[in-house]
């Protein structure tokens, strides 16, 4: 039977790996699809079983986390089960309503800011997790792994220093850093030229809010016409960043590169956290 079971969206296949390894050399075992699934049989058989079976639910949280089907099964599941769920965000993202609901009352862990104490946090909540429940156990279930082997391969200090290290200023060096949840900053020609699009849907909402200034408002009152062409002309130019801003980050997530801004507070100087 494994301790935890680790629930996460195949976009973000390369950050749960990289948990889960955290987690077994602290000597947490863990269920994680599609490695933990004997040949022959199915996700739909063994992850109910997985789920049931396991003392504390890891939800690898993200935007594309709340994408997947099957993450929202697993998660629904862990509920009804009445697992403890630990959420561990990869961002600073919104929750939709069904996540959201699901998660009420739950501690979030905001590995978007400081990855290692991030996860040494959760390391220690889940040993607290197991450490009770064991202490409420009789005895240990058939085939269950003595406490006694669960210990640490290593500390939880030297475990973490894999786990993608903290976020750190290019220019001064300082781990000392703020997030900027909507900000994108643009790299490379691909990315800048996906700025074209301001201008294009700009044009685009002045010509149309033109044409409908014409028809709804009278010629004596032509500063309305321009002042309502003007409102397009800026409503088109942001509708245009946004999609720009959205193809930026979807790139980046298919491409495995990171998407979060950061500011540092020590110099100000703004930059997309790197893997140190």
Not at 40 to 48: A, L, Q, V
Not at 104 to 130: D, F, N, S, V, W
Request: aromatic letters at 8%; hydrophobic letters at 40%.
């Amino acid at each position: 039977m494994k301790e935890v079971f680790i629930s996460y969206s195949t976009i973000d296949a390369a950050n749960a790996e990289t948990v889960r390894n955290v987690l077994e050399k602290n000597g947490l075992s863990c269920w994680m699809a599609p490695r933990d699934i004997p040949g022959g049989s199915n996700y739909t058989k063994e992850i109910p079983i997985a789920i049931r079976n396991c003392k504390v639910f890891v939800l690898i949280l993200s935007k594309n986390a709340q994408s997947s089907h099957w993450v929202l099964k697993e998660l629904d599941s862990a509920v009804n089960c009445g697992k403890v769920i630990l959420p561990f965000m990869l961002e600073d993202c919104i929750l939709n309503d069904e996540f959201n609901f699901l998660l009420t009352g739950a501690q979030r862990y905001a590995a978007y800011q400081k990855k290692a104490e991030a996860m040494e946090t959760l390391i220690r909540r889940i040993r607290g997790i197991l450490d009770t429940t064991s202490s409420q156990e009789e005895e240990p279930e058939p085939g269950s792994i003595a406490a006694e082997e669960y210990s640490p391969l290593e500390s939880s200090s030297q475990a973490t220093s894999v786990f993608l290290g903290e976020v750190v200023c290019p220019a001064c060096n300082s781990t000392e850093v703020a997030v900027l949840p909507k900000r994108v900053k643009r790299s490379g020609i691909a990315e800048l030229s996906t700025m074209l699009l301001i201008p294009v849907f700009a044009t685009i909402g002045l010509f149309l809010f033109l044409i409908l200034s014409t028809l709804i408002i009278p010629y004596d009152k032509v500063g309305l016409i321009f002042l309502f062409t003007f409102a397009g002309a800026v409503g088109g130019g942001i509708w245009g960043d946004c999609i720009s801003k959205t193809i930026v980050r979807r790139n980046r997530i298919r491409r495995h590169l990171p998407d979060t801004c950061y500011r540092c507070k020590n110099c100000s100087k703004i930059f997309l956290g790197e893997k140190q």
